[in-house]
């Protein structure tokens, strides 16, 4: 588990790149718009509207971020660890209207740095400047990729196009959620899912050992994905 320094530092090099040395990584935890907060689980990190804009860094415990669906309902977007990255889509925006909610799992401690920072750091070292706008290429192929998952028709295509993109080229990996977690970010019942893993082992396009996923066949996962949009 990485320290809460080893966190921040991971996180500033995926959003500003080669920027964020030592220095660079002193200098924005030494500014005095930069702020820590601790929270315990089950409480509201963040949320849009009720939120000031800021990117949060989650350097210690877990969090989860969801998008209300109703008065009640909710979906779960994604799990957060240490080092990760929250808060981007209300920057230089007028206004949030995305419903989602960023809350502990777990105790957990946050660093926020506010958009007049950022700004600063945007507006004063270009080569930080391109590193976060490779940040952000990231986020949108991550969006375009979580949208061809949601708006697959069947479970085998939601499947599938989760098992592409989290496998990221890779022939065998690891899903870092369990089955009812995965479940709930594709929106299927924990029934549905387990038989959309059997349909597709069966197809011969995965092989399941315990947790580990083999990749097979990845044009029939991308061709089942694709099928189920059309």
Same mark, same amino acid.
């Given at each position: 588990?990485?320290?809460?320094? $080893?966190?921040?530092?991971?996180?500033?090099?995926?959003?500003?790149?080669?920027?964020?040395?030592?220095?660079?990584?002193?200098?924005?935890?030494?500014?005095?718009? !930069?702020?820590?907060?601790?929270?315990?689980?089950?409480?509201?990190?963040?949320?849009?509207?009720?939120?000031?804009?800021? *990117?949060?860094?989650?350097?210690?415990?877990?969090? $989860?971020?969801?998008?209300?669906?109703?008065?009640?309902? $909710?979906?779960?977007?994604?799990?957060?660890?240490?080092?990760?990255?929250?808060?981007?889509? *209300?920057?230089?925006?007028?206004?949030?209207?995305?419903?989602? @909610?960023?809350?502990?799992?777990?105790?957990?401690? @946050?660093?926020?740095?506010?958009?007049? %920072?950022?700004?600063?750091?945007?507006?004063?070292?270009?080569?930080?400047?391109?590193?976060?706008?490779?940040?952000?290429?990231?986020?949108?192929?991550?969006?375009?990729?979580?949208?061809?998952?949601?708006?697959?028709?069947?479970?085998?295509?939601? %499947?599938?196009?989760?098992? #592409? +993109?989290?496998?990221?080229?890779?022939?065998?990996?690891?899903?870092? %959620?369990?089955?009812?977690? #995965?479940?709930?970010?594709?929106?299927?019942?924990?029934?549905?899912?387990?038989?959309?893993?059997?349909?597709?082992?069966? !197809?011969?396009?995965?092989?399941? $050992?315990?947790?580990?996923?083999?990749?097979?066949?990845?044009?029939? *996962?991308? +061709?089942?994905?694709?099928?189920?949009?059309?």
């Amino acid at each position: 588990m990485p320290s809460e320094r $080893e966190a921040f530092d991971a996180a500033l090099a995926d959003l500003f790149g080669s920027a964020a040395d030592d220095a660079f990584a002193d200098a924005v935890l030494s500014a005095g718009d !930069a702020d820590a907060a601790d929270f315990a689980a089950g409480e509201v990190i963040y949320e849009d509207g009720h939120t000031k804009a800021a *990117l949060g860094i989650l350097v210690a415990g877990g969090a $989860e971020i969801v998008r209300k669906t109703g008065a009640d309902g $909710e979906v779960l977007l994604k799990d957060v660890s240490a080092g990760d990255v929250f808060g981007a889509a *209300l920057l230089f925006a007028d206004s949030g209207g995305y419903s989602t @909610v960023v809350r502990a799992k777990q105790r957990a401690r @946050v660093i926020f740095l506010p958009q007049t %920072l950022l700004e600063r750091i945007l507006t004063e070292n270009p080569q930080a400047s391109l590193g976060y706008i490779a940040f952000l290429t990231g986020k949108i192929r991550f969006l375009n990729a979580r949208l061809a998952v949601l708006t697959a028709d069947s479970a085998q295509g939601k %499947l599938a196009g989760y098992l #592409l +993109r989290a496998s990221d080229g890779r022939d065998s990996f690891v899903p870092d %959620l369990s089955y009812l977690r #995965l479940a709930e970010l594709l929106g299927l019942g924990r029934a549905s899912l387990y038989r959309a893993f059997d349909a597709l082992v069966a !197809a011969g396009a995965i092989e399941k $050992e315990q947790k580990r996923i083999l990749i097979k066949n990845r044009a029939y *996962l991308a +061709r089942i994905m694709g099928e189920s949009q059309s």
